[in-house]
């Protein structure tokens, strides 16, 4: 994977996240304050116009910089947890040109724990991390039992949709959606769906 698969991912995260605009901002309207949708939008749109001006040679530049403008560009709790996510999987690649199965999952479990250094959120709080950590985990698993790239993105994708849904029945534990306590529960946790489209654009990537 090079640094122009990289860019597909970022184009496609921003159209999934166009596309799919309304239902994060219903899924936050829930649970939150109704803006996931718009702050993703916003900053997937400023990172594809930041790409589109700087042209980073690098896979890790290319990162660093997405996770940069989100940070610089999307408000609330997701710019700075998204925005250190992506920077920390750019930090971790460094100047490798050609990425392979196992060090995205190196970067991508690099990212994590980024998003939990920042947040502090464990498996079942209801956030972004409970898609996350399974995604991760799937594709550490696909790399290690030797499955072709494609395979490998598409088991992170599943474990990311899965890890979304199975957020509904929880408690937030941790965000705003915490300030409601037990009235959380039977909602998608809309940082957990963005995760899954993240990933699953990540396939999308994988398959062009
Ligand atoms: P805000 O809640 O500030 O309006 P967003 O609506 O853009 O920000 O993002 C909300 C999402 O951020 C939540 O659905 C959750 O997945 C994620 N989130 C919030 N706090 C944390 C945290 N401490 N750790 C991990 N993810 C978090
Ligand atoms: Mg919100
Ligand atoms: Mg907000």
Same mark, same amino acid.
């Given at each position: 994977?090079?640094?122009?698969?990289?860019?597909a991912?970022?184009?496609?995260?921003?159209?999934?996240?166009?596309?799919?605009?309304?239902?994060?901002?219903?899924?936050?309207?829930?649970?939150?304050?109704?803006?996931?949708?718009?702050?993703?939008d916003?900053?997937?749109?400023?990172? @594809?116009?930041?790409?589109?001006?700087?042209?980073?040679?690098?896979p890790g530049?290319?990162?660093?910089?997405?996770?940069?403008?989100?940070?610089?560009?999307?408000?609330?709790?997701?710019?700075?947890?998204?925005?250190?996510a992506?920077?920390?999987? @750019?930090?971790?690649l460094?100047?490798?040109?050609?990425?392979?199965?196992?060090?995205?999952?190196?970067?991508?479990?690099?990212?994590?724990?980024g998003?939990?250094r920042?947040?502090?959120?464990?498996?079942?709080?209801?956030?972004?991390?409970?898609?996350?950590?399974?995604?991760?985990?799937?594709?550490?698993?696909?790399?290690q039992?030797?499955?072709?790239?494609?395979?490998?993105?598409?088991?992170?994708?599943?474990?990311?949709?899965?890890?979304?849904?199975?957020?509904?029945?929880?408690?937030?534990?941790?965000?705003r959606?915490?300030?409601?306590?037990?009235?959380?529960? @039977?909602?998608?946790?809309?940082?957990?769906?963005?995760?899954?489209?993240?990933?699953g654009?990540?396939?999308?990537?994988?398959?062009?």
């Open positions: 994977m090079n640094t122009q698969f990289f860019a991912w970022i184009q496609e995260i921003a159209s999934a996240v166009r596309a799919q605009r309304d239902h994060l901002t219903q899924l936050d309207a829930a649970i939150g304050d109704a803006d996931h949708g718009a702050n993703l916003r900053g997937f749109a400023a990172a @594809g116009e930041a790409l589109a001006g700087a042209s980073p040679q690098t530049a290319l990162l660093v910089l997405v996770g940069s403008t989100l940070i610089r560009k999307v408000g609330g709790a997701s710019g700075p947890l998204y925005g250190t992506f920077r920390e999987m @750019g930090k971790l460094g100047d490798t040109a050609e990425v392979s199965p196992g060090r995205l999952a190196d970067a991508l479990n690099a990212a994590l724990s998003v939990q920042l947040g502090a959120a464990a498996e079942g709080d209801k956030t972004m991390v409970d898609a996350l950590a399974p995604a991760v985990r799937a594709l550490a698993r696909a790399v039992e030797g499955l072709k790239t494609e395979e490998a993105l598409d088991a992170a994708a599943a474990a990311a949709e899965e890890g979304a849904k199975a957020t509904i029945p929880l408690q937030a534990r941790k965000g959606a915490s300030y409601l306590g037990p009235r959380s529960v @039977g909602h998608e946790d809309p940082g957990a769906a963005s995760t899954a489209l993240i990933l654009a990540l396939r999308a990537a994988g398959s062009r």
